[in-house]
Structure formats: structure tokens, C-alpha cells
């Protein structure tokens, strides 16, 4: 199993608080996504990174933000949460940008907005 | 954003019978397709990639086929067994775009 690790893996917030999640990876992976599963949606990009410092924004990035520091760590920021951003989040890595290349998913972490 | 579809979204087989679901795609700018199988409570785990139209992959009991020029993939499980039993994701990866996955199949095999 690729070495990648979320947390926290449950979180129940209130509308209106920062949340921040984190993703953490062992494989020295160069790219690095964000996603949201909702029923009937699959899944939805919310951001990416192809590396340190470099983010950029995917299909639903709207209330969110992302940083990376390092090459491990890839954090995703709600602001101020809503209950539109309840959802389970999936991060995923990818050793490179070739479109054969796989996505490794991380275990998800399950968001509550109340 | 493209538009993949999925179908159908879910289905109910006795085990021992072989089924196959469809995933529908903008065939333009195609580079590659890949097929994902997503346990409950699990992470999506890959399956196959496929790019060439005519291509076909196996793994065991589970085979996949790709028409780029008419846009579709069909994924095959032959003599289906309760550990079957997942929601099977494609995602297309188009040129200038990153993944786009398709709402999923959930597969439910009964014994």
C-alpha cells in the first residue's frame, strides 16, 4: 500500500469555524490532490499540487485553500465552513504527471458541518 | 468540466453471474483511461489503465475494453463472487486537464 496517511480521519465542526486537513505521504510522490466524494458525484477535484510551494485549483475549489511546504504534507483549509462542505475528503498521490500514471488514494476523512 | 457517465448506477447479481457496466466519455483529446474498484470503508484501488482504442486488459475474474473513437469502456467480471461486491469508478484523463471521474457503479453481489 502506498505510504499515505489523512487526518483527522473524523471531524465534526460548527458552521462558520477553520477546519484544516492534513495529508501525509512517505513515497516522495511530486503531485498531490484533493478530492470531495458526494453521493452521486464520484469524485470532485478540489485542488492539486505538482510541488512544493506550486498548488493550483480544480473543479470545486470555491471556500477552499491548500498549501504545501513540503513534499510529504499537503494541507486543505476551510476558511469558514458550511454545511455544503460536509462530505468525506480523499487525498491522493501521483508519482508523476504522464496520463498512465496512477493515483494513489489516502484512507479519507469524514466532515460534518453542523 | 468534461461529463462522464456511468451505467448503471447499480446493480444486484446472484453470485456465479458475469456482468459488465459502461463508462461514457467525450471521446476528443482522450489520453487515457483508468478504472478504479472501491471497497466500502476502503480506498479506491486502481485496476487498469488503458489508452489505445482496441485495448484490453485482464486481471483474474475482471477484464476492461476501451473504444476511444466512440467513447466508451466496458469493464467484464465473469462468475461474480461476494468479495465482488464494490463501487467500480473510471476516470478519464484528458489533454490540459487532470482526472475526471465518472459518479461510479455499485455492485452488489449476492450469495
Known sequence: ?114 | ILNVEQSPQSLHVQEGDSTNFTCSFPSSNFYALHWYRWETAKSPEALFVMTLNGDEKKKGRISATLNTKEGYSYLYIKGSQPEDSATYLCALYYYGQNFVFGPGTRLSVLP
Not at chain 1, 57 to 68: F, N
Not at chain 1, 74 to 83: G, I, N, P, Y
Not at chain 1, 87 to 92: I, L, M, Q
Open chain 1, 1 to 114: 500500500d502506498a505510504g499515505i496517511t489523512q487526518s483527522p480521519r473524523h471531524k465534526v465542526t460548527e458552521t462558520g469555524t477553520p477546519v484544516t486537513l492534513r495529508c501525509h505521504q512517505t513515497e516522495n510522490h511530486r503531485y498531490m490532490y484533493w478530492y470531495r466524494q458526494d453521493p452521486g458525484h464520484g469524485l470532485r477535484l478540489i485542488h492539486y499540487s505538482y510541488g512544493v510551494k506550486d498548488t493550483d485549483k480544480g473543479e470545486v475549489s470555491d471556500g477552499y485553500s491548500v498549501s504545501r511546504s513540503k513534499t510529504e504534507d499537503f494541507l486543505l483549509t476551510l476558511e469558514s465552513a458550511t454545511s455544503s462542505q460536509t462530505s468525506v475528503y480523499f487525498c491522493a498521490i501521483r508519482a508523476d504527471s504522464t496520463s498512465t500514471d496512477t493515483q494513489y488514494f489516502g484512507p479519507g476523512t469524514r466532515l460534518t458541518v453542523l
